[in-house]
């Protein structure tokens, strides 16, 4: 197997290092410098999240992100018409589509792409007209899969909360279904990502899926880098990633 063609992307979000600048107001600790620490370190793209309310990221952060960042920026968003412009303003390599409560501390479950079928279609199409590539953030459910086939996704990032959260005995069920539909969305033609609440523990598993082409991981590696420095955390990650994959596409 060639390892290059089975390339595991690691994409850093940053959302966390601007809770902690907005803590206080002002501009420390800056979210765009923790993004140029990332690229430096080895990392493969960056994610951050928009949210309606602005808790972490901000608009002039996305703005300089695009403008003064050399890794493709990976723009969260919620399906609203306001965020719709603020994608097409700024054209950001890849865009992820994710449910928003406004009450919850993070993104607590996958999209609900079933339920909102025709209106997706839409949304995803004027994504992908201007060359957006377009990923939709849902539960590892084969239901959800096909709904994302249907409104015509490029990618599925896939929830892996529900894993990361389950008690040690309960993981390897919550694993199967990741790999499951991993899976099935490959045999669809859809690109495989996965996210939320991994750590150096419960991302080798995941590595192991050879399919999987991307992992998007925020809150640990940011907690992380106060002990270790934000260098260390991304390089430590980058090359947990790199043993664990290399192990499979050797065998
Ligand atoms: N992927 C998506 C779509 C997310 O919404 C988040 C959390 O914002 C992440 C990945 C990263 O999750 P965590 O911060 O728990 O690593």
Known sequence: ?????????????????????NARGGYHPDP????????????????????EDRRHINDRDIERLVSEINLPLNLEIAPTQEM???????????VCLVPEKRTEKTTEGGLNVIHQQ?????????LKNVGIKTSLFIEPSFDQ????????????????GRYCDAPKEKKSIHLKQIYDA????NSKGLECHAGH????????????????????????????????GLDKVIKKMRSIIEKNRQTIVKN
């Open 145 to 160: 899969i096909e709904a994302s086939f249907k409104v015509k996704a490029d990618v599925v990032e896939f929830h892996t």
């Open 1 to 21: 197997m060639d390892y290059h063609s089975h390339y595991l992307r690691l994409g850093v979000n940053i959302d966390h290092v601007a809770t902690i600048r």
């Open 118 to 126: 025709n209106f997706l279609y839409d949304f995803v199409a004027k």
């Open 197 to 228: 609440g991994l750590d150096y523990n419960t991302v080798k598993p995941l590595i192991q899926i050879i399919e999987l082409k991307e992992l998007n991981i925020g809150h640990f590696l940011i907690g992380e880098a106060i002990f270790q």
């Open 84 to 94: 719709l412009e603020i994608a097409l303003r700024h054209i950001p390599h890849a």
């Open 182 to 185: 991993i899976k099935e969305a």
């Open 32 to 51: 765009v410098k923790a993004a140029q620490i990332v690229a430096d370190s080895g990392a493969d793209g960056i994610t951050a999240h928009l949210r």
